[in-house]
């Protein structure tokens, strides 16, 4: 290989290209450019919603679609638009009252193509939105259906609460079948999210693949938490970083040796550079 046009590397940002306080390390950063310098293709999946991820694109100068909402949005960057989307099934907002009226304490945002309603607030809820640097609206889920639900696409409910509740959310929630209509994964020990029935970044990958046209593109995944187990699995290289749960690591073909605070992205463009450009 000549150069790494043939190429593409794609992480997760929380937990794997961000650092703990939510900052891009130079290390990082400058071990991307280099990757594009050389001809790669970079770009990022993560659960976050457009608002709150394009606030790195800049920095990142991301020239090509990312996927958001842990696979139920690609979105273009450059033209600032949706190119797909997965939707809820209709049952959504009933499956989320009888998870409110069941666990009172349990906070719930909805996340559309268009914004973020937060419809029962807590300190975990609060705290993800001020990390993510988001304004939500506030709203009752009532309201929400009422006003919001039909004009807008609802893409993803995310649930939030202490740990110890999260056990109990998941046990009520398979008793309940509702996996039947609607896929959950755990994507932090405080952040139970709702999406729509087979939708992940994996899933979201291969629709990558397709809009994009990368059939002769070698695609390299970073990783460190339930939700990124499949894009791992969907690459043809997936990585997981050093803090990246065992489960996570065992998903993946190469682990670091540094986390998402000392350079797991600088030290998976060296691999990459080592494999695939060895002179």
Known sequence: ?????????????????????????????????????LGGIFTIATGRNVQSASQYFKELNIDCPVILYNGGMIFDVIHHRSVYIDELHECAEDVANSILNTFPTVACEILTSKDIYVVRNNEYEQYHNDYSRVTPQYCTLTDFVSNVKGSEKRIKMLFAMPSDSMSKLIRFIDSKGYGKYLDFVKSTDNYYE???????????????????????????????????????????????????????????????NHNNNTGAIAETIDYIISKFLPY
């Open 1 to 37: 290989m000549e150069d790494l046009s043939k190429l593409m590397l794609i992480t997760d940002m929380d937990g794997t290209l961000l650092t703990d306080d939510k900052k891009i390390n130079p290390i990082d950063l400058k071990a991307i450019e280099q990757f594009k310098r």
């Open 194 to 256: 709702m999406l729509p029935k087979h939708c992940s970044k994996g899933t979201a990958l291969k629709h990558y693949k397709e809009l994009l046209g990368l059939k002769d593109v070698i695609i390299v995944s970073v990783g460190d938490y339930n939700n990124d187990i499949e894009m791992l699995q969907t690459a043809h290289i997936g990585i997981a970083p050093n803090n990246a749960l065992e489960r996570v690591k065992r998903s993946a073909d190469f682990v670091t």
